[in-house]
């Protein structure tokens, strides 16, 4: 993700994002960090979906408003689906 999709985001606001932590140009917890910090982005709920487990950076990420984690490999695919429709009902 780089500078060009956080200004879309800010632009189309979608009402749900889904990030990874590992990208290849800014990692996911500096991606949601921007997020948060701009008035346009901040409350848009994200859910985070990665195979990495670091308790350090899960504390991080839960910190943050309106942001929740998933591991993948724990969750199927209609876990994080109605995962997704839970957090859309609820914003």
């Not at 889904?18 to 290849?24: A, E, R």
């Not at 998933?70 to 969750?75: D, F, G, P, R, W």
């Amino acid at each position: 993700m780089d500078k060009e999709a956080l200004v879309k985001i800010s632009q189309e606001k979608p009402d749900l994002i889904l990030l990874d932590i590992v990208m290849p140009k800014l990692d996911g917890i500096s991606v949601l960090k921007k997020l948060k910090e701009q008035q346009e982005t901040r409350d848009i709920p994200v859910i985070i979906l990665t195979n990495l487990y670091d308790d350090e950076k899960i504390q991080e990420l839960l910190r943050t408003n309106n942001t929740e984690y998933l591991i993948k490999v724990e969750h199927s695919l209609n876990d994080i689906v109605n995962r997704v429709k839970e957090k859309l009902n609820n914003s």
